[in-house]
């Protein structure tokens, strides 16, 4: 079965100067559909510390790391590039 996911993450600058981080989750797969979740950047590491955890605790449910490929990473809007071999 092969599924694809995107995540973006967008950083926003109030008028105030106060910056949040958005990031968004797209995923299609064969077996259980399309669907897409939102989530406040300042949830992450609650997400990720779960995701670890279910993934530690149920680790023949929750896929395999050799199947995971990473096709393209982009990034834009930003003063300087990370990585100046991304642009």
Partial sequence: MESHARCTATKITLPSGEELLLVEFAINCP??????????GHHLRMVR????EMIDLHPGLTGK??????LEKIQFG???PADPSIN
Avoid: N, R, W
Avoid at 31 to 40: D, K, L, N, S, V
Avoid at 49 to 52: E, G, K, Q, T
Avoid at 65 to 70: I, L, N, Q
């Fill in 31 to 40: 077996h259980c559909g399309q669907y897409t979740f939102p989530i406040a």
């Fill in 49 to 52: 510390d779960a995701l670890v």
């Fill in 78 to 80: 930003m003063t300087e």
């Fill in 65 to 70: 790391d050799s199947d995971v490929k990473t």
